[in-house]
């Protein structure tokens, strides 16, 4: 389980690293043994950030809750966008102001 964590925060920051012409002005991680939480900000407006914890530790139900944010700056309009998540035994549910509701 704990290299599952591991893989999941290192693909995570993977999924986060910038365009390759946006400078970053911010990287923070921390990976843990029963969690990871990682902070990305990018000189164009794009914001990532993640936290992950265990719960249900050493029990038949232990699963990874995810909760986190993204944003960015329309190149065109210069509108931002965000969007906020949890991702957990009921799958991924983002949320945001630009996105349809049910």
Same mark, same amino acid.
């Given at each position: ?8 925060a ?20 921390? %990976? +843990?043994? *029963?969690?990871?939480?990682f902070? &990305?900000?990018? @000189? ?7 936290? !992950?914890?265990?719960?249900? %530790? +050493?029990? *038949?139900?232990?699963?990874?809750? &995810?909760?986190? @944010? ?7 309009? !210069?509108?931002?966008?965000? %969007? ?8 991924f ?10």
């Amino acid at each position: 389980m704990k290299f599952l964590i591991v893989f999941v925060a290192l693909f995570a920051i993977a999924l986060a690293a910038p365009r390759p012409d946006a400078e970053i002005l911010k990287s923070e991680s921390d %990976v +843990g043994p *029963e969690g990871y939480s990682f902070a &990305v900000a990018t @000189s164009d407006g794009t914001e990532k950030n993640e936290d !992950g914890k265990l719960k249900n %530790v +050493g029990t *038949e139900e232990e699963a990874i809750v &995810v909760h986190g @944010s993204y944003s960015w700056v329309d190149e065109k309009t !210069g509108e931002k966008f965000t %969007v906020t998540y949890v991702a957990d035994e009921n799958g991924f549910q983002p949320q945001g102001a630009h996105l349809p509701v049910a």
